[in-house]
């Protein structure tokens, strides 16, 4: 299925009931947005961020207090694998770095509540450390649309997060049919079905940790890699069908992930988010497109990283759509910068196209990877930007 097909407006029934329920929602919980939209007048710059040092086992400090509203984090990793550092309420993801390589730091801005949070320490294995975050003395921020605006932008993008949940469970059983009954062809044809959904929905799906830890942790965060016992879902099934050519081993990881993608098709349904969290979301994901899967390291084992970025790409191109008729009235001069570089880099990715699909990721050499990279970033960019003109982000993030 083309991107085009899957970001196409939902059926009238199923989008009237989205912006009715959405509607009743957000106006009754009015207060809730305004809080969940609200950032510090004055943001963090880099020279006074917060050094978080990664060693092997623990965060150094283990305990961070900060004030309300945007910090920022130089996360350092002095670990000898590559790490990432995220910052958790409950299972939802807040912020995270990915890609950190041995040696080398990356800074990190997030804008938080007042609360108390987790904050991983390199590995998954690794126990979390805590981050306290205190009462602002100064809540106020900048004028951004009103609440009505965004009503219909989010109901539509709840529409599209439950649909994609539905594929994914529906294609997930296929995919676990495949398996249990031995067959390898039939279970690697079954494979990208189930995938590309959770990609296109990955920027709300990816902040539920516990379920990103079952349906797609990596091996490069896992202590024993390919052979730790976490090493599941997605990338369990997609090693052993590709990298070993072979389904043994692989039935209850399957029977799991099928059980996984029922209940994040359940979350998905059931996310109320506030505008900053679609606006964000696919920002982060951008980010993390740039820092990891584009990035110069080993590609996927199936080598089709292309066609997930492409599937990534399409909700995140969802949520520019959605975004824009509440940025012709509010900051249209932010809008030409996104639309144009988000064609350049649908123009770049389609020229690598062939009529077989996207070769595999191997086959790119590192120029054009880093080219991809660079465009990726700067469309984060670009969106964060206007993020920050609809009040949304402080930009930057």
Known sequence: MTAASDTAAPPRHLLRWGVAGAALLMVAGGGLFTVASMRASAGASADDAIT?????????PNAISVPAGRSTFRVVNRS??????????????????????????????????????????GLLSNPRGVLTVTP??????????????????LAEYQVFLAMQGAKMESAAQDLDRAVQS?????????????????????????????????????????????????FVGFHRIEYGLFHDA????????????????????????????????????????????????LADRASSYNGDDLAEVEAELSGIRKVATLLRPVAEASAPAALPDVESRMARLDADLASLKRAAGYPSFETVDAARRAQLAGEVRALADALDTLNAKLGLSEGGA
């Open 182 to 230: 031995g067959s390898l062809e039939e279970a690697r044809a079954r494979y990208a079905a189930a995938r590309l959904p959770y990609l296109r929905a990955e920027a709300v799906a990816a902040r539920f940790a516990d379920l990103r830890d079952a349906l797609d942790p990596s091996a490069a965060y896992l202590a024993g890699r390919e052979a730790d016992p976490a």
């Open 136 to 153: 602002a003395a100064d809540g106020a921020g900048p004028a951004k649309p009103e609440l009505t605006a965004f009503i219909g932008p």
């Open 52 to 60: 978080v040092t990664l060693r092997d086992g623990a965060c150094e």
């Open 80 to 121: 000898d694998r590559v790490v990432e550092w995220e910052i958790l309420d409950g299972v939802m993801v807040v912020e995270e770095r990915e890609n950190i390589a041995p040696g080398l730091s990356q800074t990190l801005s997030a804008r938080l509540r007042e609360g108390r949070y987790a904050i991983t320490c």
């Open 246 to 293: 072979s389904v043994e081993g692989l039935a209850p990881v399957s029977a799991k992930l099928a059980l996984d993608a029922a209940a994040l098709k359940n979350r998905l349904r059931a996310a109320r988010l506030a505008p900053d969290e679609m606006a964000q979301g696919a920002v982060r994901s951008l980010r993390a497109m740039a820092d990891t899967r």
